[in-house]
């Protein structure tokens, strides 16, 4: 499964489940889905525009539990505001047993 022209960066998914390659020559990103025996699949869209000539490409999943943190770093600097909690101590306690 070839990708675009000059491909330079690639990233799977924490999952295992997608692959993403960056193409330097014609400035797009190639998605794949992988399969269980480790086939790719092309997304659709199999190419999306990705800036004027990408290098690298990094997979950032978003939490889960949407409202909630899912580590330490988002409770700090004022971050445990946003979640609601009344202080850091309590957003990391959060973050450490889920509850």
Not at 50 to 76: I, M, W, Y
């Amino acid at each position: 499964m070839p990708a675009g022209s000059a491909p330079e960066g690639v990233a799977a998914s924490p999952d295992g489940s997608s692959l993403y390659v960056t193409n330097n020559g014609d400035s797009t990103l190639s998605q794949y889905t992988i399969g269980a025996n480790g086939q790719l699949s092309p997304k659709q869209p199999a190419t999306v525009p990705a800036g004027a000539s990408p290098v690298d490409v990094a997979v950032v999943v978003a939490p889960v539990a949407a409202g909630k943190p899912t580590h330490e770093a988002q409770c700090k600097h004022g971050g445990w505001q946003k979640y609601k909690f009344t202080n850091q101590g309590r957003c990391i306690a959060y973050v450490k047993h889920r509850r």
